[in-house]
């Protein structure tokens, strides 16, 4: 009798962070994918405004399947995760989320039930650099490198939306704070009509 043996399952390291900025509502997140002959690095800067700093760890989670899918059928996968927020686990546990989780989970969701299993674990999160033993473990290892490429593009995002806020003005919303026109009279008249003219032909600005 021919016996056949059945396909296991490959396992997959997936470690998973977010960084988030409430006061410019600015995500980034970043994954490290390591798996048989298989590691990538992925980072990204969330595109659309995001209110909570849990939706930028469950987006990780949710991208970083997306990023392992053009390298491995997801069905044929056991995914270990490792992130450092114990509230994206407990959300994915339980199940019971508030209203604007939703979207996320909708979408993290299906892409958990294709895999062949996964496990959520927890890990204390900026712990790399202790000096205990238990710290120097490879998962803090990538995680560590996930929290700093995520925190180091959240930096540089901000950085382009406040130079955007200060250099990004069309000629009609410059506006000088002291002018002169061609006669030596000083005005503080608006842009519209005359003023906007004698604006463009003005003799000096102190």
Not at 78 to 105: E, N
Request: hydrophobic share 30%; glycine share 4%.
């Amino acid at each position: 009798m021919l016996k056949t043996s059945m396909p296991t399952s490959e396992r997959i390291i997936i470690s998973t962070d977010g960084s988030y900025s409430e006061t410019h509502k600015i995500g980034t997140w970043a994954c490290w994918i390591t798996g048989d002959n298989l590691h990538v690095k992925a980072v990204h800067r969330i595109k659309q405004p995001i209110d909570d700093s849990n939706i930028c760890e469950l987006m990780a989670m949710a991208n970083a399947l997306t990023v392992l899918r053009h390298y491995r059928k997801l069905e044929d996968c056991f995914v270990i995760f490792y992130t450092d927020s114990f509230s994206a686990i407990r959300f994915l546990r339980k199940g019971t989320v508030k209203q604007y989780y939703l979207p996320v989970i909708a979408f993290l969701k299906p892409q958990l039930d294709q895999l062949k299993g996964y496990r959520l674990i927890h890990l204390k999160g900026h712990a790399y650099n202790r000096y205990d033993r238990e710290y120097s473990k490879t998962k803090y290892r990538i995680n560590h490198w996930a929290d700093k490429a995520a925190y180091k593009l959240l930096q540089s995002s901000i950085k382009e939306v406040e130079h955007g806020k200060n250099k990004t003005f069309t000629r009609n919303q410059r506006k000088p704070s002291r002018s002169y026109d061609r006669k030596g009279h000083r005005y503080f008249g608006s842009r519209r009509g005359q003023d906007y003219k004698r604006a463009r032909h003005k003799v000096k600005t102190v």
